[in-house]
Nanobody
Framework: QVQLVESGGALVQPGGSLKLSCAASGSILSIYAMAWYRQAPGKQREWVATIPSTESANYVDSVKGRFTISRDNAKNTMYLQMDSLKPEDTAVYYC??????????????WGRGTQVIVRS
């Protein structure tokens, strides 16, 4: 069964950096787009960035120039390099993958999240 596992969340000071990882495992035939979402306390989950399989990445305006999404297809792993972090980046970060598992229809899968806290 496919699993997405995020890691790398931590407590960091404003202006600091973190790198999140999302590893996909299981009987994966192909991964199409992968994405990061986040949910701050008391707020709805919001989209952060997407990296399609062959096109350029896209970002929400609030993280453009500070966050960089990337993926290693050989490892079925996606990353989010977060620089110049701000307190408003505090949230649980979730990864999302549009993929095809052996013997199943193409579907969207979610990880369980990793906590990022930005404060002095």
């Amino acid at each position: 069964q496919v699993q997405l596992v995020e890691s790398g969340g931590a407590l960091v000071q404003p202006g600091g950096s973190l790198k999140l990882s999302c590893a996909a495992s299981g009987s994966i035939l192909s991964i199409y787009a992968m994405a990061w979402y986040r949910q701050a306390p008391g707020k709805q989950r919001e989209w952060v960035a997407t990296i399609p399989s062959t096109e350029s990445a896209n970002y929400v305006d609030s993280v453009k120039g500070r966050f960089t999404i990337s993926r290693d297809n050989a490892k079925n792993t996606m990353y989010l390099q977060m620089d110049s972090l701000k307190p408003e980046d505090t949230a649980v970060y979730y990864c999302n993958a549009d993929l095809k598992e052996w013997g199943r229809d193409r579907a969207i899968y979610w990880g369980r999240g990793t906590q990022v806290i930005v404060r002095s």
